[in-house]
Each structure stands twice: as structure tokens, then as C-alpha cells.
């Protein structure tokens, strides 16, 4: 059980990786990897557009390391994303309904797709 664990992880921190690297192909690929392996976990996801796709994988890896949601310069500065761009592609995932948060909260942002 844990080799699996640890090979899933593999393939996530292979994907934030290709994600930082602004490799959008090579973060499909990982992606496709984990979908052939059973593994169900942001296939839904790969098809948003490049910015919400890159803030919804952020936001979900980080909150999975740290067990806590990231504050919005936070995933400015990791993602090197404007304000108004961190800010826009939050709103339409939550109208989409990948995610929510508490208006005035902070780290209140929650993922509720839980197909991921």
C-alpha cells in the first residue's frame, strides 16, 4: 500500500513540476500516466484553461502538503500570476464549482470536486 502511495506522489510532484516549468504538454502527459494507472485525480481538470488549470493544481497540492489553504500572494508568488489573474481564475473555479471559500476568510479555500 505505501509503494503506491509513494508512486502517486511520484507522479503529483512530477506533475507540479512540469506545471512550474510552464510545461503544459509534459503536465498532460503525467496526467494521462495517472489516469491509465487508475488513478483518479484532476482528469477533470485538464481541460480548463492554462491559468485556472495551474491555480486549481497549485491549490490542491498545496493544501495536500500543508493541510491548510494557501493565501492568495501565496499562490501569486508560486505561480508568478497578477492579483486580478489569481483572483479571476478563483472565481471562475468556484462558479464552475472545482472550489470554494469564505468572502473576508483567509485560507479558508476549500476543493469540492472530490473526484480528484
Known sequence: MEESSTSRQALV??????????????????????FEQNFPVLVEVATLPKTRY??????FQYIRR???AP?????????????SSVQNALAKLKIDGYLTWEKGSPRSIRILRTRI
Open 71 to 83: 493565501t492568495l500572494k501565496e499562490i501569486e508568488r508560486a505561480l508568478d500570476l497578477t492579483q
Open 13 to 34: 510532484d512530477c506533475l507540479i513540476q512540469a506545471i512550474e516549468k510552464d510545461d503544459y504538454q509534459g503536465a498532460r502527459n503525467t496526467l494521462d500516466t495517472i
Open 66 to 68: 500543508n493541510r491548510v
Open 54 to 59: 495551474r491555480v486549481f493544481i497549485w491549490v
